[in-house]
């Protein structure tokens, strides 16, 4: 703290709303938030960001990206107008959530997956179900699930309503043979009609009503309040200063702005990360899957970044098990495979994502940055 009494407020504010052109500004501090430096001055950095967000420094983006700025959640997350949410409805949500009679076994719930205790993911790099068979992918939490604007990482479903289904019938997942079976589960119980009853003022159940219960829940869990939300709102001691330094190389340097923007801290979009293992025994070429679309080989959906400290490990095959080595990939620009002969011609083959490359963070860059995520 000591640099930072020195530097009175008065003399090193900045006002990022020009990119660090004002002629008030200090150009000591100006010239260190503007250059790439090893560590800038705390204070340079503190004055920044104490003001309100759309006076920070502007983000290292890369021309056509629509970033949006940190900000925080909603306190409401958005709800479709067929699906109110009422109490009724997240408690029997909720219920069906954890029940492990929706699946084939009776010995698997959804919860298995994705546990509170674990940022509702299930700490594994791919998940098992039926017969523990293993998955293909990461179980993404669904902490921040409302906000998404589709689901799974290959964006097969475009709702809540439309993803909570789709794990009752997968064969390596709860593996039912059809949805009748798990709905006549359900229906034989009578504290569940009685459930419906209360939720929806019918005891009829059926698959829509079973998708929409669960979709409710999901919905009802928003991410905690974190150090970021709190330092957003005005607490500036949230952050300290290695922290501030973190979120600052973030926007900057680090160019995590491109994909990780907006209270979500996603774009929404799919990335190919040279993850795809293309022609190998781990292959998986995410959202060509679905679309069947060459350009989509090897694209994922860009996950959220809230709580991410708490849902290791990373990457749609939970390749990386810690933050740090996320992030030192990055720098590295990561992977980029190249097609071997026999792969010249095949559209399929993943095209490198064009916002990747090196980035030169300095060990104690990378380590900032990793403190900042760790307080989202």
Known sequence: MSVLLAWPLAIVAFNGADSGTDPDVHPRCRAQLQAILTSPEPACLRAAYTQPSERWPAPHVDPGVAWREL???PRTPPTPADNPSTPQRIALGKRLFEDPRLSRSGQIACANCHDPQLGWADGRSVSFGHDRQTGRRNAISVATSAWMRTLF???RAASLEAQALHPLVDGREMA???LATAIRRVRRDPAYRAAFADAYGSDRIDAQLIAKSLATFQ?????RTGRLDRFLAGRTDQLDDRQLWGLHLFRTKARCMNCHSGPEMTDHAFHNLGLHFHGRRRQDLGRYEVT???ADAGKFRTPSLRGVARTSPYMHNGLF???LGVVRAYDAGMPAPRPSPAQRDDPTFPRPDPLLRPLG???EEIEAIVDFLEQL
């Open 71 to 73: 900000a925080p959640l």
């Open 292 to 294: 069947g679309d060459p």
């Open 153 to 155: 990482w290959d964006g």
């Open 321 to 323: 098990p810690h933050l």
């Open 176 to 178: 039912n043979r059809s």
């Open 219 to 223: 919905r009802s869990l928003a991410p």
């Open 361 to 363: 963070l300095q060990r």
